[in-house]
């Protein structure tokens, strides 16, 4: 982009709408990346819908953020929020309870 424009805002503007159209964007650094190989993904927690959804964030951050527990990895997936009491991403707990938890979960 070598284009002249009238002031910072239009350039940052003209910016924007470029790596908009062409880069990967980063939902963790909320920023946009020119290389979508930067980029992995991860499951954010949605606390209002109860589901975790699929994220992205740049793959040289994520062990810093493991071991940070910043993030948690459950096998080789990537979780912003898991249950403190299990250590588990939510749901899995649910799983492995299963056959205790079954009548309960039909009630309902
Ligand atoms: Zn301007």
Redo the contacts with the bound molecule.
């Keep these: 982009m070598n284009q002249d424009?009238?002031?910072d805002?239009?350039k940052n503007q003209a910016e924007l709408e470029f790596k908009k159209k062409n880069w990967f964007y980063c939902d963790f650094d909320k920023e946009y990346f020119e290389n979508a190989d930067e980029l992995t993904t991860y499951h954010a927690w949605n606390k209002e819908e109860g589901i975790y959804e699929e994220k992205t964030i740049r793959k040289k951050v994520v062990d810093l953020y493991v071991d940070c527990e910043i993030l948690h990895k459950h096998g080789n997936e990537i979780y912003d929020q898991i249950n403190e009491l299990t250590k588990l991403p939510f749901g899995f707990e649910a799983e492995q309870e299963q056959e205790v938890e079954e009548e309960t979960l039909i009630a309902v």
């Design positions: 424009f009238c002031c805002d239009c």
